[in-house]
């Protein structure tokens, strides 16, 4: 089947050490400022996902905001003689990596030539999304396969392979012969694989994977943050087909297509057969509108678009010749990012409740697991939505995502989760109420010998006898007091 257009955003899901994470002066990322359309979130929803992706928003908003960091790479320039070293040294990556992303890239393996998109006020380009509370976070890479390659399977293929980071991971190299190349050409090639610390072969060029770009773009980060999932990305994609091709052949074309568009959801190959009797599904599958086909896993996403020959046509304003730079970017790929972040950050929840429940009970103080029940029900609140937007498509295709990637389940584990954790909590309050009582029992019986004593040193004092030791007593009384309360603690 004919691809007429597509585009596919790399996912690389992190989790944040909140005490290690910071964002340098001098680095690679700066915030972002983005163009969004408002009104497709209920307003607490956009405080929450959207608040801090323009500077006017982040002026006004409180430190202790819970929102999501939005950031994009630092524009490159010339070196000054006023700039510092670091700066400068500075300069050299960014260089390198705008000759990096302005390059076309082969798939060593499959042959599949790919580039990355650039548009740095939208979602077509590299960002960075952080929510230091709730300590997750997400690197989104976004590319398009070459023109060149016109058949669905070729961005099945694509997929396939560039969602692997472990030992499979494919090694891509430069598209381009470099034996035919300007030798000033082939030394650029050169410098950007010393700037970003690839790989240089000197028949291909500069060799990497997709762990040596993960590492380059975090590298500011040190040990800020880790890889959620260490073998596999989590894809999105969008792809648009011919309506005519998709019906050729009656429901036996649209079943290839589906099955097709089933591996793209989950980031299989040809290889893997899906159930054909489930490809009519909405389980599976959901058509929300007679042309628009959505599909969400927890390995990935797509949505594809039937066109009519109109819509091929550049310089028409038809509705699915723009779709994937309005519609998608502005509106439905928000949504979607919203139900990964979602997830993660309640998988980064459950990963935190299991390992209390791995500890032993006095290993955590009361207060702090208190505090650590505070903020997890603070995010849990903030990440809680049964819709999302006036908008009825919006809430279908949020609901079927949430659904897919097993949202409420994974709320249900988290409030059981919790729920023993408070008993533990009341536990050890309880605890900490007999305790005290036990310490007050004890203070009233040293102070009622205190008070027997000073009675005492009275009448002998009225007596006309002195002693040196009164003094003394009432101070060694003191010091048991102390002694008696530390061994209690």
Known sequence: MELRESYTWMMVPLCIDEARWRVPEVGLWQPAELKLETQVFYDYIEQWLLAKANAANRQSLPQESQSYDIYTLRPSRKATADDSPEQQALLGRLSAWRGFAGATWRQQRSGLAF????????????????????RNGLLLIPISLDSRHTELTDLVTLNYYQDKIDRQAPLCVLDADLQSLDPRAVEKYRRMASGMSLRYDEATGPQWTMNDLIGFLLSDFGDGCRLFNRTRLHLFTYLRVPREQWYADGAAGSRQGKADFVRL????????????????????LLQTFDNVYVGASVEGGAML?????????????????????????????????????????????????????????????????????ERLATVKTCTYYTNVSDYTQHNDFYKYCARQMHIEEQYDEISEKMRLLETVVEGKK????????????????????ISGTCDLLSVLDLGGIKTAG????????????????????
């Open 115 to 134: 580039r990355f998109l650039d548009k740095e006020q939208e979602l077509m380009s590299v960002k960075l999304l952080v929510n230091r509370f709730s």
């Open 265 to 284: 959801v989950r980031s299989q190959n040809t290889t893997y057969n899906p159930p054909q009797q489930r490809l009519d599904d909405e389980d599976l």
């Open 305 to 373: 678009v039937l066109s009519n020959p109109e819509d091929d046509e550049k310089g028409l304003s038809t509705f699915f010749h723009n779709f994937a730079t309005a519609n998608l970017s502005k509106r439905y790929l928000w949504i979607y990012l919203m139900v990964v972040l979602q997830r993660h950050a309640l998988l980064q929840m459950i990963g935190e409740l299991s390992d209390i429940n791995r500890r032993q009970a006095d290993e955590r103080s009361l207060d702090q697991l208190e505090a650590l029940l």
């Open 430 to 449: 309880a605890e900490a109420d007999d305790v005290r009582g036990h310490r007050l029992e004890i203070i009233l019986a040293v102070l009622t010998i």
């Open 470 to 489: 009164g003094i003394t007593t009432i101070l060694l009384l003191i010091l048991l007091i102390v002694v008696v309360w530390n061994r209690k603690r």
